[in-house]
Structure formats: structure tokens, C-alpha cells
């Protein structure tokens, strides 16, 4: 049982798990508006190149998700943790080296496009460990609170990180970027190291294609609803700027602000309603809101459509997690919850940079458009889930 926000449950602290998933997307979400800015403003990039490099963070996440789910159900979850929280460092170590040849535009590109590789993976291995040593430590039958209750530390750690990052951007340039993913996620570490890891009921083996058919339909689901996400974190900042309304960072805070929200009221009803039901209800929210975003004539309607598709996303990916978990035996949950993520890593990883393309061949709102179309495609897969 859970006591306040998950900080201790079953009477283990939970707290610090928590904290190494807020170190890591801190950082992210400090580059959501910096990394964008510093590649157009200081590199001179387009669109297409600005979401090609935003979405080799996913790529590279994309291709450890199953390897890092298979070592949390073999080693453990503390040891996948603290491989993330060192990768994660290392990126940041990167993002202050690409500093130095800002007169080599293409060698400090190189180093930036190899500092996202390593941030992708560092991501992967500390959710994976971090979302399974939450599935042990709150108990069977809380599947969607422990997938709530990280996301909810994780968005608002992104939440925060946006006006950070752009006030460090303003401030002290992109090292200040640099500066933060090299030393939060080592403050992390020295909290990790002392807690006790949870190692799995039986020790898992076979092969993980059963696992990956298992969480297949659910996974299309989460694809289909992670494009708005993509089109959120890449391109909202420079949507917003090229209409006027400032402050532009303000979208994605309102996005996150309103998922934080939704995760803190709601972050059970999954598992009272079942997560087919609930992941139709919210991806249909989430289409409005993306259509407000692309249609909207002000400002306020703007904004106002921001939050309402962050209400949206906000429980699609914990209701078809459960539905994911469900699907497979315990000893694979971290298997499980890894392919399932890879289908959000698939997504922002290969179509990022075709919605950069399609905002350079038409214009950034119908980034937008296009992502309500395919989160429509969510709604369909839910109705398919609940048919079974």
C-alpha cells in the first residue's frame, strides 16, 4: 500500500527510485527548448535536420528497449538504473564537448547526433529499471499506479525542466544544458547505490518473441498516440514562436502541467476500469486537443488546446500498460514494459523526422493535424482491446 505519493510502499523507500527518473528527464526536458534553439539559431539547421537529431534519442532508446528489459528481469532493477543514470552522464559530457567546435559545424553536429545516442539509452535502462522496481514494490494488481505514479514524477520533472532550460539557454547558453545531464544524473547515483535492489520472483529465460506478441496490439495503440507527444516536444516551442504567443516554452509546461494533473486524480482508473476502456476515452481527448493546437486562431485557444491534449495523453500510456502487463507472466514484466516502450521509441524515432519534413513542406501546424489523424488510430485499437 502506498503511502502519500509513493514515497514509502510496503515500507521501502521509493523515493530515491523516483529521483533518478526526475534527474534524467529533468535534463530532457531542459533540451526540449534548448537543443531545438541552439541547432537553429547557433548551427544553422532546418527543420527536418533539428527533428532528425531530436529523434535519435528515441532511435537509439528504441533498440535497448528489449535489451534493457531482458537484463532488469535477469540482473535486477538497481543495476539497469544505474547503467542509465552512467550513460546519461556521458551524454552530458557530450553535449559540452560539441561546445568546443561550434566553428566545425558538421563535427559539433557529429558530437551532439552521438550525445543523443547515449542519452536514448541512458533513458531506456533508467525507466525500464525504474518502472519495474515500481511494479515490485507496489504490489500486483496496482500495475496502472505504479505506471501513474512514475510518469507522474517523470512529466513533471519535464514540466520543470522546459522554463529551466530556457532560462539557462538565455542565460548561460547551451553549456548550462551540458552542465545539468553530466551532474544530475551522478547526484542520482549516490542515491541509488545505498537501496537494496528487487530481484524478480524466478529467474527469467526463454525467448522474448511470446513477449513481443503478447504486447503487440497494445504497443500499435501507444504508437499511434506518441506522435502528439513528438509533435509536443519538438516542434511546439518553435510553433508557438512562429505565431507570436509567448512565452512559447509555456505550451509544453501547460501540456506536462495537465498530464501531471490528470496522473495525480486519476492514476488508478485503469485498473478499476480497465485499460482498454480508459485509453479510448483519453485518445479520444487527445485528438481535440491536437486539433485545437493545429486550428486554433489565438493565443489562448492555443494554449488551451496544449492542455487539453496533455489531459488526453495523460492515462493512454498507463490504461494500454496495463493491458501490456497483463498480457505476459511476471517474471517478463520488464521485458514486457520494455517492448511496450519501444513502440514509443519507434514512433518518435523515425516519424520525428518526417514531421519535420512535412513542417518544412507545409507548415508547422499541420504537424499537428497529422498527429491527431494517427492518434485516432488509438481509439480504434482500444475498441480492439476490449473486444478481447
Same mark, same amino acid.
Given at each position: 500500500?502506498?503511502?502519500?505519493?509513493? &514515497?514509502?510502499?510496503?515500507? &521501502?523507500?521509493?523515493?530515491?527510485?523516483?529521483?533518478?527518473?526526475?534527474?534524467?528527464?529533468?535534463?530532457?526536458?531542459?533540451?526540449?527548448?534548448?537543443?531545438? #534553439?541552439?541547432?537553429?539559431?547557433?548551427?544553422?539547421?532546418?527543420?527536418?535536420?533539428?527533428?532528425?537529431?531530436?529523434?535519435?534519442?528515441?532511435?537509439?532508446?528504441?533498440?535497448?528497449?528489449?535489451?534493457?528489459?531482458?537484463?532488469?528481469?535477469?540482473?535486477?532493477? &538497481?543495476?539497469?538504473?544505474?547503467?542509465?543514470?552512467?550513460?546519461?552522464?556521458?551524454?552530458?559530457?557530450?553535449?559540452?564537448?560539441?561546445?568546443?567546435?561550434? /566553428?566545425?559545424?558538421?563535427?559539433?553536429?557529429?558530437?551532439?547526433? #552521438?550525445?543523443?545516442?547515449?542519452?536514448?539509452?541512458?533513458?531506456?535502462?533508467?525507466?525500464?529499471?525504474?518502472?519495474?522496481?515500481?511494479?515490485?514494490?507496489?504490489?500486483?494488481?496496482?500495475?496502472? &499506479?505504479?505506471?501513474?505514479?512514475?510518469?507522474?514524477?517523470?512529466? #513533471?520533472? %519535464?514540466?520543470?525542466?522546459?522554463?529551466?532550460?530556457? %532560462?539557462?539557454?538565455?542565460?548561460?547558453?547551451?553549456?548550462?544544458?551540458?552542465?545539468?545531464?553530466?551532474?544530475?544524473?551522478?547526484?542520482?547515483?549516490?542515491?541509488?547505490?545505498?537501496?537494496?535492489?528487487?530481484?524478480?520472483?524466478?529467474?527469467? /529465460?526463454?525467448?522474448?518473441?511470446?513477449?513481443?506478441?503478447?504486447?503487440?496490439?497494445?504497443?500499435?495503440?501507444?504508437?499511434?498516440?506518441?506522435?502528439?507527444?513528438?509533435?509536443?516536444?519538438?516542434?511546439?516551442?518553435?510553433?508557438?514562436?512562429?505565431?507570436?504567443?509567448?512565452?512559447?516554452?509555456?505550451?509544453?509546461?501547460?501540456?506536462?502541467?495537465?498530464?501531471?494533473?490528470?496522473?495525480?486524480?486519476?492514476? /488508478? #482508473?485503469?485498473?478499476?476500469?480497465?485499460?482498454?476502456?480508459?485509453?479510448?476515452?483519453?485518445?479520444?481527448?487527445?485528438?481535440?486537443? %491536437?486539433?485545437?493546437?493545429?486550428?486554433?486562431?489565438?493565443?489562448?485557444?492555443?494554449?488551451?488546446?496544449?492542455?487539453?491534449?496533455?489531459?488526453?495523453?495523460?492515462? *493512454?500510456?498507463?490504461?494500454?500498460?496495463?493491458?501490456? *502487463?497483463?498480457?505476459?507472466?511476471?517474471?517478463?514484466?520488464?521485458?514486457?514494459?520494455?517492448?511496450?516502450?519501444?513502440?514509443?521509441?519507434?514512433?518518435?524515432?523515425?516519424?520525428?523526422?518526417?514531421?519535420?519534413?512535412?513542417?518544412?513542406?507545409?507548415?508547422?501546424?499541420?504537424?499537428?493535424?497529422?498527429?491527431?489523424?494517427?492518434?485516432?488510430?488509438? *481509439?480504434?485499437?482500444?475498441?480492439?482491446?476490449?473486444?478481447?
Amino acid at each position: 500500500m502506498a503511502k502519500g505519493h509513493g &514515497k514509502i510502499v510496503g515500507g &521501502k523507500p521509493i523515493l530515491p527510485v523516483m529521483a533518478s527518473i526526475v534527474a534524467i528527464y529533468l535534463t530532457t526536458g531542459m533540451a526540449l527548448p534548448t537543443l531545438p #534553439l541552439h541547432l537553429h539559431d547557433e548551427l544553422h539547421q532546418s527543420t527536418f535536420v533539428i527533428g532528425a537529431i531530436a529523434g535519435l534519442q528515441f532511435a537509439s532508446a528504441l533498440v535497448s528497449r528489449i535489451w534493457a528489459g531482458t537484463y532488469t528481469d535477469r540482473n535486477g532493477p &538497481k543495476s539497469t538504473v544505474l547503467i542509465g543514470l552512467g550513460l546519461s552522464a556521458l551524454g552530458g559530457s557530450l553535449y559540452l564537448l560539441s561546445l568546443a567546435f561550434l /566553428g566545425i559545424p558538421s563535427l559539433s553536429m557529429g558530437i551532439l547526433a #552521438l550525445s543523443r545516442v547515449f542519452l536514448g539509452g541512458g533513458e531506456c535502462f533508467a525507466i525500464i529499471g525504474g518502472q519495474t522496481w515500481a511494479f515490485a514494490l507496489y504490489g500486483s494488481g496496482n500495475a496502472g &499506479k505504479a505506471i501513474a505514479h512514475m510518469g507522474t514524477a517523470l512529466y #513533471l520533472a %519535464l514540466a520543470v525542466g522546459a522554463p529551466v532550460g530556457s %532560462l539557462g539557454y538565455e542565460t548561460f547558453g547551451f553549456a548550462s544544458l551540458g552542465v545539468a545531464t553530466l551532474v544530475l544524473p551522478c547526484f542520482a547515483l549516490f542515491l541509488i547505490l545505498p537501496l537494496a535492489t528487487v530481484q524478480p520472483p524466478r529467474q527469467a /529465460g526463454g525467448s522474448p518473441w511470446p513477449v513481443v506478441r503478447a504486447v503487440l496490439l497494445p504497443g500499435l495503440g501507444l504508437s499511434f498516440a506518441s506522435l502528439g507527444y513528438g509533435a509536443m516536444t519538438t516542434f511546439s516551442v518553435l510553433y508557438f514562436t512562429e505565431r507570436g504567443w509567448q512565452p512559447a516554452w509555456l505550451a509544453f509546461t501547460i501540456f506536462a502541467t495537465a498530464f501531471i494533473l490528470a496522473r495525480l486524480l486519476l492514476g /488508478g #482508473l485503469g485498473d478499476r476500469m480497465g485499460g482498454a476502456r480508459v485509453s479510448q476515452i483519453f485518445a479520444t481527448v487527445q485528438v481535440v486537443g %491536437l486539433c485545437l493546437m493545429a486550428l486554433a486562431p489565438a493565443a489562448v485557444l492555443g494554449f488551451l488546446g496544449a492542455a487539453v491534449t496533455g489531459l488526453g495523453y495523460s492515462l *493512454v500510456y498507463p490504461a494500454l500498460g496495463i493491458e501490456a *502487463v497483463r498480457r505476459v507472466s511476471e517474471e517478463n514484466r520488464g521485458l514486457a514494459i520494455g517492448t511496450y516502450t519501444a513502440f514509443f521509441d519507434l514512433t518518435l524515432g523515425f516519424l520525428s523526422p518526417l514531421l519535420g519534413l512535412l513542417a518544412s513542406l507545409s507548415s508547422l501546424g499541420s504537424v499537428f493535424l497529422f498527429s491527431a489523424t494517427l492518434t485516432a488510430g488509438t *481509439v480504434w485499437v482500444s475498441a480492439r482491446l476490449l473486444t478481447r
